[in-house]
Nanobody, 124 residues
Framework: EVQLVESGGGLVQAGESLRLSCVAS????????IGWFRQAPGKEREGVSC????????WDIYSVRGRFTISSDNDKNTVYLQMNSLKPEDTAVYSC?????????????????WGQGTQVTVSS
């Protein structure tokens, strides 16, 4: 059974940090890329960051550059999203998804497999 399980969300104050985890199972992790997406109430889902497990390439969006860092522990089939200097506008449900190894799925906004999401709330 394919599973992507996120954890690490919570309620923090602006300027604080959180680390999200995405644990994958049931598919060939090393052949995929894992992307983080977020969706705030009333807004469309947007890709935040993506890492290719196959070649290590990383992509992210400008609004999180320098604050969020994506990484992977391939021995644990886990991808992390370290989020520093959080802002209220980062408040959203964060989900991870698996797709093609070049992160094209992340650019286009879809994935082969999805997790259930974890809530991140940043208070001002």
């Amino acid at each position: 059974e394919v599973q992507l399980v996120e954890s690490g969300g919570g309620l923090v104050q602006a300027g604080e940090s959180l680390r999200l985890s995405c644990v994958a199972s049931g598919f060939a992790f090393e052949n995929y890329a894992i992307g983080w997406f977020r969706q705030a109430p009333g807004k469309e889902r947007e890709g935040v960051s993506c890492i290719s497990i196959k070649n290590g390439n990383i992509w992210d969006i400008y609004s999180v550059r320098g604050r969020f860092t994506i990484s992977s522990d391939n021995d644990k089939n886990t991808v992390y999203l370290q989020m520093n200097s959080l802002k209220p506008e980062d408040t959203a449900v964060y989900s991870c998804a698996a797709g093609d190894a070049h992160c094209s799925f992340w650019v286009q906004g879809y994935g082969d497999y999805w997790g259930q999401g974890t809530q991140v709330t940043v208070s001002s």
